[in-house]
């Protein structure tokens, strides 16, 4: 019942941005905690970013000043905007809600920054 749906991914060189999106039905984000992480091939899933519905934020030490998590409550999306791309970035990228206890996940966006 909660679908999310993700876009932006691809590839940029190493100090480069990109901007990912992430569109949901089935819930609004206004009103729930959403978050994005990343899982690099072989490593353990990793928190990135996380935005509370009462507009605190959290992000991983890696990509302090680097990264920014926003939402978008007219259009229901949630945004990353990734800045001065580390090689160390490349990942696979989820979208995240937590709704009524249960968490929701995208199907994953692939980022991959070039040395």
């Known amino acids: 019942q909660v679908q999310l749906v ?3 991914g691809g590839l ?3 100090g480069g941005s990109l901007r990912l999106s ?10 729930n905690t959403m978050a994005w992480y990343r899982q690099a ?10 935005l509370r519905s009462i507009g605190s934020t959290d992000y ?7 990264f920014t998590i926003s939402r978008d409550n007219v259009e229901n999306r ?3 905007q990734m ?7 490349t990942a696979v990228y989820y979208c995240y809600v937590n709704q009524l206890g249960l968490p929701y996940w995208g ?7 070039s040395s």
């Open 6 to 8: 993700e876009s932006g």
């Open 12 to 14: 940029v060189e190493a």
């Open 22 to 31: 992430c569109a949901a039905s089935g819930s609004r984000f206004s009103i």
């Open 41 to 50: 091939p072989g490593k353990e899933r990793e928190l990135v970013a996380l």
């Open 60 to 66: 991983a030490d890696s990509v302090k000043g680097r």
């Open 78 to 80: 949630v945004y990353l």
């Open 83 to 89: 800045n001065s791309l580390k090689h160390e970035d």
């Open 107 to 113: 199907q994953g966006t692939q980022v991959t920054v």
